[in-house]
């Protein structure tokens, strides 16, 4: 299997000769937080898949956070190249759960940890966060791992 780091790479020059604008940005910058990570202090010099998936999470969180501000302040170009980096970013993401999906494997989770009222949402939350990486984003399950909470 290949590394997402050979991925980028593989899809880079694609983009090159496609002379994809969108991609190239995306990619280089997936590239580049690649790079910081391994060379970073105390780093081995090898991420894990699940730290591969942490960053471009974490990429993608920004991007969404930066389209935000784009819209509020009526910058529809750059809203623009936002949005074309995330569906880039979020190509190479595991496929994210639907809400129902969602739903049924937090209410498993919140009856596994004995889970029955809003203070135990650090637990729940933990839990959910180790299953459900990659899969959903964590704002989505706290929203509603509160909801599943304050129904029980």
Known sequence: MQSLEQKIMVDLKAAMLAKDEAAL???RAIKA?????KTAEG?????SEEAEIKLLQK???Q???SLEIFQQQSRPELAQKEIEEI???EKFLPQQMDEAALRLALAAIVA?????????????MGAANKELAGKA???TIATLVKELLATS
Request: aromatic share 0%; proline share 0%.
């Open 112 to 124: 596994r940890v004995g889970a029955s009222s809003a203070a135990d949402m650090g637990k729940v």
């Open 33 to 37: 937080a690649i790079l910081l990570a």
């Open 87 to 89: 569906g880039v970013i």
């Open 137 to 139: 984003d964590g704002k």
């Open 25 to 27: 940005r995306s990619l």
């Open 59 to 61: 990429m993608v969180k």
């Open 43 to 47: 780093a081995t010099g090898e991420l």
């Open 63 to 65: 991007r969404k956070d």
